[in-house]
């Protein structure tokens, strides 16, 4: 048994680099080994501390099937698509 907390999640990772139009990202795949995610696989584009919006992200009973389930959502869209934007607050000072 795993020393964790109540609703802890832990997941080994496999880590993939998509290089496009010269830009490099991350797929990590997580596989879950404790707690609950949306599969038993998820793979999730990022910027190391940037996370990709979860519509982006994907599932599967397998790493191949959550890493193309991934690659299907993303393959039409330009690398910043993937990443939430900053809301800039224009107030007046």
Known sequence: MLS?????????IARYNLI????????????????T??????AVPNLINIVARQEFQGSGETE???LENCLQKIKDFE??????????DLKPV
């Open 4 to 12: 964790l907390k109540k609703g802890d999640i832990l997941t080994k």
């Open 20 to 35: 496009r139009d010269e830009r490099l990202i991350y797929i990590d795949v997580h596989e879950t080994k404790a707690g």
């Open 37 to 42: 995610l949306a599969g038993k696989f998820v």
């Open 64 to 66: 191949a099937e959550a």
């Open 79 to 88: 690398i910043e698509d993937l990443f939430p934007k900053k809301d800039v």
